[in-house]
């Protein structure tokens, strides 16, 4: 079992930054990779990025590449999403989750997740 918290999001206006976080517990963080996901209203959960064990290797979504930057600090069981460039697109709930091997971005091979951090972008 592994339990996520998320924090950092709120309200913002377009072309701001936000930094959310995300705190492992419960199982050896560095085993696993670690992705953030969103999902808008009426929307489906959709990828944003993921980050491999080491933090060598990321991928991301189209849309934020160049905007979000995902890390990871194995030693405080923490990744993490800056955000800059905000768009009003991109509100929405933020999840972090878990899955063993790196590479996925279907959302339904994650393991666990966290309760989410809402992000809201205004115009």
């Known amino acids: 079992q592994v339990q996520l918290v998320e924090s950092g999001g709120g309200l913002v206006q377009a072309g701001g930054s936000l930094r959310l976080s995300c705190a492992a517990s419960g199982r050896t963080f560095s085993n696993y990779a670690m992705g953030w996901f969103r999902q808008a209203p009426e929307k489906e959960r959709e990828f944003v990025a993921v980050i491999n064990r080491s933090g060598g290797s990321t991928l991301y979504e189209d849309s934020v590449k160049g905007r979000f930057t995902i890390s990871r600090d194995n030693a405080k069981n923490t990744v993490y999403l800056q955000m800059n460039s905000l768009k009003p697109e991109d509100t929405a709930v933020y999840y972090c989750?878990?899955?063993?091997?790196?590479?996925?971005?279907?959302?339904?091979?994650?393991?666990?997740w966290g309760q989410g951090t809402q992000v809201t972008v205004s115009s």
């Open positions: 989750a878990v899955r063993y091997s790196f590479g996925s971005v279907n959302p339904g091979e994650y393991s666990y």
